[in-house]
């Protein structure tokens, strides 16, 4: 069985400063994809970043970015330039079998 | 592109009631997934469907939950009878993916038992 572990449960940053999101996973899984989505107030979760575990190199999609290490099991978000539009509920998740972290509540303060 | 679309956005029943939810996944989406959340917690898996078949249901309660998803496409999920600790977010994603893809959610359905 998987376990997926966010020790944060909540953080702050300032706009336009920089924060960095951790999770731990654990599995015996050889072939698996990390995610992280975000679920703003009242609205629908939606994809962030994914990364292949296969894959070495840190996936990035523009102001978000992860640092994966596989013989950690850790994968966190850093997300830079931080927006208002950022604050939300931030999920670590694990495939093949869906499995979900507890959440870490971000709020971007102006 | 239409995106996941669930209904009835909110609920409220007494115990012992049931209740059921209607999810229709992006056009083409083979595979699809019920969730449940808690107030406070992450998506917990209930079930998984590709196409009309089930993947994985051990999460599943199944002395009072069920879902089924005829022909493929749209999926209902059902509680009979429900219980306070039923009290949740119920969410359906789909994905193109079986395994790895990105999983598309819906607005979600809270349920309020009292």
């Known amino acids: 069985a998987q376990t997926v572990t966010q020790s944060q449960p909540e953080m702050s940053v300032q706009e336009a400063e920089t924060v960095t999101l951790s999770c731990t996973y654990d599995t015996s899984e050889s072939n698996y994809y990390l995610f992280w989505y975000k679920q703003p107030p009242s609205r629908q979760m939606i994809l962030v970043i994914r990364q292949e575990a296969y894959k070495q190199q840190n996936a990035t999609e523009n102001r978000f970015s992860v640092n994966f290490q596989k013989a950690a099991k850790s994968f966190s978000l850093k997300i830079s330039d931080s927006q208002l539009g950022d604050t939300a509920m931030y999920f670590c998740a694990f495939m093949p079998r869906p499995f979900f972290g507890t959440g870490t509540s971000l709020t971007v303060i102006p | 592109e239409a995106g996941v679309a669930q209904s009835p956005r909110y609920k409220i029943i007494e115990k012992r009631q049931s209740v059921a939810f209607w999810c229709n996944p992006i056009?083409?989406?083979?595979?699809l997934y019920w969730y449940q959340q808690i107030l406070g917690q992450g998506p917990k898996l209930l079930i998984q469907?590709?196409?009309?078949?089930?993947?994985?249901d051990s999460q599943l309660p199944k002395d009072r939950f069920s879902a089924e998803r005829l022909k493929g496409v749209d999926s209902t999920l059902k509680i009979q009878p429900a219980k306070l600790e039923d009290s949740a977010v119920y969410l359906c994603a789909s994905s193109p993916l079986l395994f790895s893809g990105e999983q598309f959610f819906g607005p979600g359905t809270r349920l309020t038992v009292l």
């Open positions: 469907f590709q196409n009309n078949g089930v993947v994985d």
């Open positions: 056009s083409g989406h083979a595979t």
